[in-house]
C-alpha cells in the first residue's frame, strides 16, 4: 500500500515539474516588458510545494464532499475489513510438520486423548480439523476421513468469511466514481446552459469536478483488489497445507490402529 502512495506521489510531481518547465518557456518567449516583471513573484509562487496532504484534500474538495465521502467510506470498511483477514491468516498458520510429530508421539506414550490434548493447546483449523478427526477415532479410520474432510470444508468457509464484502466494496467503490461523473458531467451541462455559453472555463471546471471521483473510486478498487488477492493466496495455502497434513494424519493414525 506505501508503494501506491509513492508512485501516485511521484506521478504527481512529475506532473506538477513539467507544469512548472512549460510555465518557464512561456516565460522565455515572452518580450522583455514591465508584464513580465510583475508576473515574476507569480512563477515563484507557483515552484512553492504544496503538501500531499494539502493536495488530497484539495482534490477530495473538488470532487464533491457527498460522493467522495461515500468513496473513502468504501476504502476504510475495506482496509479494516482486509486487515482482519490477513491477521486471523496470520494466527492460523501452524508448523504441521511438529505437530504431526507431537501426536505421534503422544499416541505412543498416552495414547488417542494425549493426542486430543495436544491439538487442543494448538492454535490455528489444522489442530482442529486434527481434533475433530480424534474425537471419531473409536468408530473406525473410515469415519476419521470423512470427518476430517467435512471439517476441512467448514475450515474453508471460516477462512473465507468476509471476502465477499471486500469483493463488494471493490466494484462498488469504482461505480460510485462513475456516478459522480456522471452527476458531475449534468451539473456543468447545466451550468453550460445558464451562462448561455461554451465557455471552456465552465465545462473544464465541471468535467474536471467529474473526473475527479472517478479517479478516487478507482484508485480505491485497486487498492482493495490488491489485498483481496493476497488474502486469496494466502488462503490457498493453507487450504494446500490442510489437505497435506489431512493425509499424513490418516497415515498416522493408520499406523498407530494396526500396532
Known amino acids: 500500500m506505501k508503494k501506491i502512495f509513492m ?3 511521484v506521478m504527481g510531481v512529475m506532473a506538477f515539474s513539467a507544469q512548472n518547465v512549460a510555465a518557464q518557456d512561456d516565460a522565455a518567449e515572452a518580450p522583455a ?11 515563484t509562487d507557483e515552484v512553492e510545494e504544496v ?15 457527498g460522493f467522495m465521502a461515500l468513496v473513502i467510506i468504501c476504502l476504510i470498511l475495506g482496509l479494516a475489513l482486509a486487515i ?16 504431526l510429530e507431537k501426536i505421534e508421539a503422544a499416541l505412543a506414550e498416552g495414547g488417542v486423548e494425549a493426542a ?3 491439538c487442543r493447546n494448538t492454535r490455528g483449523p489444522v489442530a482442529s480439523i486434527f481434533y475433530q478427526g480424534l ?8 469415519t476419521v476421513e470423512k470427518t476430517v474432510v467435512s471439517y476441512g470444508s467448514v475450515q474453508m468457509s ?5 471476502l465477499s464484502w471486500i469483493s463488494l466494496l471493490i466494484a462498488i467503490a469504482p461505480s460510485l466514481g462513475f456516478l459522480g461523473t456522471v452527476i458531475g458531467m449534468i451539473q456543468a451541462f447545466d451550468a453550460i446552459q445558464i451562462a448561455g455559453d461554451m465557455s471552456p472555463n465552465v465545462v473544464a471546471g465541471g468535467m474536471k469536478v467529474a473526473l475527479i471521483t472517478t479517479v478516487g473510486g478507482l484508485i480505491v478498487a485497486v487498492i482493495l483488489q490488491l489485498f483481496y488477492n493476497y488474502i486469496l493466496s494466502q488462503i490457498d495455502g493453507l487450504t494446500i497445507e490442510m489437505e497435506d497434513a489431512s493425509i499424513s494424519l490418516i497415515d498416522v493414525l493408520v499406523k498407530y490402529q494396526n500396532k
Open 7 to 9: 508512485f501516485l506521489a
Open 116 to 118: 486430543k490434548e495436544v
Open 158 to 162: 471460516q477462512m473465507e468469511n468476509g
Open 51 to 65: 503538501p500531499m496532504h494539502q493536495a488530497l484534500k484539495t482534490k477530495f474538495i473538488e470532487g464533491g464532499a
Open 84 to 99: 482482519e483477514r490477513i491477521l486471523y491468516l496470520s494466527l492460523s498458520k501452524t508448523n504441521t510438520k511438529k505437530l
Open 135 to 142: 474425537l471419531r477415532m473409536d468408530q473406525g479410520i473410515e
Open 33 to 43: 516588458t514591465e508584464q513580465v516583471t510583475e508576473a515574476a513573484p507569480v512563477l
